[in-house]
C-alpha cells in the first residue's frame, strides 16, 4: 500500500530526525568540554553525518 510506506518512511524519517538532533546535542557538548575524548568526538560527528545522510535520501525517495 502506497500510503501505508509513505506513512512509515514519515515515521523513519522523524526518528532519523531526532536521532540527529541528540547526536547533534552531544556533538555541541563533547566539544564545549576539554575532558572529551576526540576519537568519540569524531565517532559522534561521523555517525551524525551518517544519519544526515540518510534524511536527505528518504527525504528526496520521499518526494518522488
Known sequence: DPEENAMSLTSHLTELRKKHEVLSQ??????????TDSIALT??????????????????????
Do not use: D, W, Y
Open 26 to 35: 552531544k556533538v555541541e557538548e563533547g566539544a564545549r568540554n576539554p575532558a
Open 43 to 64: 565517532e559522534m560527528k561521523k555517525r551524525k553525518l551518517a544519519i544526515k545522510q540518510q534524511i536527505e535520501k528518504l527525504s528526496v525517495t520521499a518526494t518522488h
